[in-house]
């Protein structure tokens, strides 16, 4: 069965022609594969029904944002968002520009293994460079949560927390410390939170029935703040999951269609901007 008309997949990554759009990261930990192309996105996202996206600057591009901004540029009105990475060498033209051609917000990437964590002296002032222009900000964090979660606080700003958020022992059931502390920051307003990536935290394996009660607490704490994604082209991914497995899993988290239009529609529509009219 198709997603409802509008349907959104909030989180994954353009990439471009090597030659064109070279890799910035010097130690990333993936390379770009020719494969990754528009037209494979497409073709994806027709498969599921999703006519609307949200792409987030990838870790291999670092800071240089021309790959983001030319395809956000050529796409057509009202099909799709971006979400950059902002620090103190991005100057503010180039901010600007990322505005016009429709990012909506920036990405902090706690977690350690990427190489990009900012000090908090930087974040605060990304926030603020942001600020002006209503964008959010988007967490990924893992084991790194209770560390930054109170200057992630004294942001003061809309707030989406990446993939099902920490990193935790998922055989510790929802009463896990983590998980408990990311319950509490979505129940307060202005805090969103992904429901996706569940099959790759899942220590089982398909169908993923450890994740099943994680998700369904998530949602049940923030229903109009709960978002989903593909995260195409999974691109540090080591077991195999199609998207069509991906969204069962999230049908799983779901009490009935009017929460997954809720969560495919009408929560990325109000975060993000996107027309109501589908």
């Known amino acids: 069965m198709l997603l409802p008309p509008g349907s959104c997949d909030t989180h994954l990554h353009l990439f471009g022609d090597i030659a064109r759009y070279p890799m910035r990261h ?112 988007k967490v990924f964090v893992m084991e790194e949560l209770p560390d930054v979660e109170k200057e992630i606080r004294k942001a003061k700003m809309t707030t989406l927390i990446d993939h099902l958020g920490p990193k935790q022992d998922f055989a510790q059931g929802v009463n896990h410390p983590h998980f408990k502390l990311a319950l509490d920051l979505i129940k307060g307003e202005g805090w969103w939170v992904m429901v996706s990536n569940g099959h790759r935290r899942s220590a089982r394996g398909a169908p993923f029935d450890d994740i099943v009660p994680f998700g369904k607490a998530l949602y049940e704490a923030a229903p109009d703040r709960t978002l989903w994604s593909t995260d195409w082209p999974h691109v540090t991914e080591t077991r195999h999951t199609s998207e069509a497995d991906m969204l069962a899993l999230l049908k799983r988290f779901l009490p009935d269609e009017a929460a997954l239009k809720r969560v495919m529609v009408d929560n990325p529509a109000r975060l993000y901007g996107f027309s109501a009219n589908s």
């Open 26 to 137: 010097p130690k990333s930990l993936y390379e770009i594969n020719p494969a990754w192309t528009m037209a494979a996105l497409r073709k994806m996202h027709a498969s599921l029904g999703i006519t609307r996206y949200v792409a987030v600057q990838p870790t291999a591009y670092t800071n240089d944002h021309s790959c983001l901004i030319d395809m956000l540029a050529e796409e057509k009105p009202d099909v799709a968002r971006g979400v950059a990475i902002i620090d103190d060498t991005i100057d503010d033209k180039t901010i600007a520009r990322m505005h016009e051609v429709g990012v909506r917000g920036a990405r902090f990437n706690f977690q350690s293994r990427f190489g990009l964590v900012p000090t908090f002296d930087e974040f605060h002032r990304s926030v603020a460079r942001i600020r002006p222009y209503g964008w959010i900000i």
